[in-house]
T-cell receptor
Framework: GAVVSQHPSWVICKSGTSVKIECRSL??????MFWYRQFPKQSLMLMAT?????????EQGVEKDKFLINHASLTLSTLTVTSAHPEDSSFYIC???????????FGPGTRLLVL | DQQVKQNSPSLSVQEGRISILNCDYT??????FLWYKKYPAEGPTFLIS?????DKNEDGRFTVFLNKSAKHLSLHIVPSQPGDSAVYFC?????????????FGKGITLSVRP
C-alpha cells in the first residue's frame, strides 16, 4: 500500500497566485521529508530537506522565500509555491523514509501548471 | 554538473529477453545506490539497492551490479515483461539511511515489446 500521499495531484493556477502542496506519511512518523522537482525529460532535482520542528534546508539555487516549506507535524510537510510563474510549472514530488528502513518512499507527485 | 549519469535515454527490448540499464557516477563519496521505476504522472517506486561493500544484489527478476573502480552500476531485468515498460532512475547517496539525500540520473525509458 501507499506509504506517502500528496495532495493535490494536479493544480492549475494563474500567474501570481500561491499554491500549497501537502505531503503526508501514512502510518508512521517522518522527522525528515524531501521535496523534489522534475522538469520534462530531466532528473528529479532535490529542492529542500524538510525537518520537523525546525527550518528547512534548501539546496543551492532554490529560493527559500519562493518555496516555503513547513513541517509542523511528524506526518505532514507542506510546500508553498509563492507568487507562482509559468517557469514554476513542474512535477513536484516528496519523499521520506520509515524510521527503521533505509529506502526512501516517494509520494505520487503534484503536477503544477501556472498559466 | 551531473554526478549521476544515465547516458542512454531509452532502451527497447523484446519480451522475455534481458534488459540492461546502465548508470555511471562521478562522486567517489557515493556509498549507496538505488534504482527506482517511474510511470508517467506518478512518483518513483523503489526497486532495488546496493551498498558499496557489495558488487551484486539480486531480488527476483532484478539484479544490480556495482563496479566501484569504474564508478558504474547496472540493472539487469530478466526476463523482461511488458509491464516493466517505464522510466528507470538510478540514484546515489553518500550513505544509506532515512535522512540521506539522493542524487538522481535523468532516467532511461525502457520499452518491452510483446
Amino acid at each position: 500500500g501507499a506509504v506517502v500521499s500528496q495532495h493535490p495531484s494536479w493544480v492549475i493556477c494563474k500567474s501570481g497566485t500561491s499554491v500549497k502542496i501537502e505531503c503526508r506519511s501514512l502510518d508512521f512518523q517522518a522527522t525528515t521529508m524531501f521535496w523534489y522537482r522534475q522538469f520534462p525529460k530531466q532528473s528529479l532535482m532535490l529542492m529542500a530537506t524538510s525537518n520537523e520542528g525546525s527550518k528547512a534546508t534548501y539546496e543551492q539555487g532554490v529560493e527559500k522565500d519562493k518555496f516555503l516549506i513547513n513541517h509542523a507535524s511528524l506526518t505532514l510537510s507542506t510546500l508553498t509555491v509563492t507568487s507562482a510563474h509559468p517557469e514554476d510549472s513542474s512535477f513536484y514530488i516528496c519523499s521520506t523514509s520509515k524510521p527503521w528502513e533505509e529506502t526512501q518512499y516517494f509520494g505520487p507527485g503534484t503536477r503544477l501548471l501556472v498559466l | 554538473d551531473q554526478q549521476v549519469k544515465q547516458n542512454s535515454p531509452s532502451l527497447s527490448v523484446q519480451e522475455g529477453r534481458i534488459s540492461i540499464l546502465n548508470c555511471d557516477y562521478t562522486n567517489s563519496m557515493f556509498d549507496y545506490f538505488l534504482w527506482y521505476k517511474k510511470y508517467p504522472a506518478e512518483g518513483p517506486t523503489f526497486l532495488i539497492s546496493i551498498s558499496s561493500i557489495k558488487d551484486k544484489n539480486e531480488d527476483g527478476r532484478f539484479t544490480v551490479f556495482l563496479n566501484k573502480s569504474a564508478k558504474h552500476l547496472s540493472l539487469h531485468i530478466v526476463p523482461s515483461q511488458p509491464g516493466d515498460s517505464a522510466v528507470y532512475f538510478c540514484a546515489a547517496s553518500v550513505s544509506p539511511g532515512a535522512n540521506s539525500k539522493l542524487t538522481f540520473g535523468k532516467g532511461i525509458t525502457l520499452s518491452v515489446r510483446p
